[in-house]
């Protein structure tokens, strides 16, 4: 759907801007729950896409005449019939014969609470490829149109229209059922990858002007809570939620106003959020009591110490770079390397952290991942070498496709510069 965001200077113009940014709100806050309960009386992720697409359009036309008083409930039972009449045109198809009269004798109202775990399983089952399973995850429940979920996948908006329609088609062909299954464990981990990674595309966002979205860190964290009340007994997912709330309590000051990036030792630690901060320590502190500590386990007891470090300087980098040496062992992946090597250079000296990075970054594990060369580039700074920091920002910047950062970069280059006259 496309909005314009410039009116004409006429009496009417506030009025259509007002309700154009209210269908974005809407839009924003409801778009999973609509789609999973479009999905549940549907049967069908594409005739629920396009029926969902075909009451925003008409919302676009109808609310500037006066907003509905349920925004959400309208567009719901709009894009219920929508689908109606997009059935009515498939008559002849015995499938859509049959879902046509499911439909019309339907009379749920809306959206259950359950739908978007629902959802969220169907889009994760094993049928699907794992990057499927998150590009999928991203369209329906974090409402990405394509060509953001391409960007975040850093593949032209073609090659990801492609794969969505053959995720969409895989689900209809191997007829994969919109529930919760009976045994969750056993798809339980896919499950927590794609949340995990819907939250970091909220968090660190991949494409566009703004590092964070917090729609998608909303969305991830409120799906998380369902699955940890649907299980209430492995620890992984009560570590995971704590994980998200620990980084999530940090958001408002990721960027500065004018929408510079703000590094996590200059953020102003007052403004961060401790309801989120105590919920996720307590459940991260549970987690580990509970028995030897999983992936997600780790990673929260790393965050928890970042996040109840009272200022910068009091971080106990030494016990991180230890929990990240554990992590390693369980995840023994390059990012998982350069955060540690991170970790060691804060803890025991830059040259110590050099090191790692430079063996990790010779095996050319991560030749595309711009975090790698920025790493590497505030180290360098660090030990006063300002020419190699400022060939290592450079490829930094080359790799870096978010905005926000790529003007934090620029911003570090032009700091090593004036530093050099």
């Not at 850093?154 to 529930?179: F, G, H």
């Not at 499950?191 to 595309?201: C, D, K, S």
């Not at 190699?388 to 790799?399: D, Q, S, V």
């Amino acid at each position: 759907m496309t909005t314009a965001r410039c009116f004409p200077a006429d009496a009417r113009a506030p009025r259509v801007y007002t309700e154009v940014v209210s269908l974005d709100r809407v839009v924003r806050d409801h778009y999973g729950r609509l789609f999973a309960g479009l999905v549940r009386v549907l049967r069908d992720v594409q005739l629920a896409e396009d029926a969902l697409q075909d009451a925003l359009a008409a919302a676009v036309v109808q609310w500037p005449e006066g907003e509905p008083d349920d925004p959400a409930a309208w567009l719901y039972s709009t894009a219920r019939h929508k689908a109606i009449d997009r059935l009515r045109r498939r008559t002849l198809e015995a499938d859509a014969t049959g879902l046509l009269q499911d439909l019309e004798a339907d009379r749920s109202e809306g959206p259950s609470a359950l739908d978007p775990v629902r959802l969220l399983f169907l889009c994760c089952h094993p049928v699907l490829a794992p990057e499927a399973r998150v590009a999928l995850t991203l369209r329906t429940l974090g409402g990405l149109s394509t060509d953001e979920v391409a960007r975040a996948f850093l593949v032209p908006p073609a090659t990801m229209a492609q794969r969505l329609v053959r995720a969409k088609a895989r689900i209809r062909d191997e007829r994969v059922p919109y529930e919760v299954p009976v045994d969750l464990e056993e798809r339980l981990d896919g499950v927590m990858a794609t949340l995990y990674l819907v939250f970091n595309e909220g968090y660190s966002a991949s494409f566009g002007g703004a590092l964070v979205r917090g729609d998608l860190c909303t969305q991830a964290i409120g799906l998380t809570r369902m699955l940890v009340e649907l299980l209430p007994g492995p620890t992984e997912p009560r570590a995971l939620l704590a994980l998200m709330l620990l980084h999530d309590s940090r958001r408002a000051t990721r960027v500065d106003d004018e929408g510079m990036l703000v590094r996590l030792e200059d953020q102003d630690r007052s403004r961060w959020d401790r309801a989120s901060i105590a919920e996720g320590a307590a459940l991260v502190e549970a987690a580990l009591r509970a028995g030897p500590p999983g992936p997600y386990a780790l990673q929260a007891a790393i965050a928890a110490l970042h996040a109840q470090a009272p200022a910068a300087e009091q971080t106990d980098w030494p016990q991180i770079a230890a929990l990240y040496a554990l992590l390693y062992r369980l995840q023994p992946t390059p990012v998982v390397e350069l955060n540690r090597a991170v970790a060691v250079a804060m803890a025991d000296g830059p040259e110590q952290g050099l090191r790692l990075v430079d063996q990790l970054e010779a095996r050319g594990e991560l030749p595309a991942y711009h975090l790698v060369a920025a790493a590497r580039a505030d180290l360098l700074r660090r030990l006063g070498r300002p020419g190699e920091a400022t060939e290592a920002y450079r490829r930094a910047l080359a790799l870096a496709t978010n905005e926000a950062e790529r003007r934090y970069l620029t911003r570090q280059i032009d700091a090593l510069a004036r530093v050099g006259r």
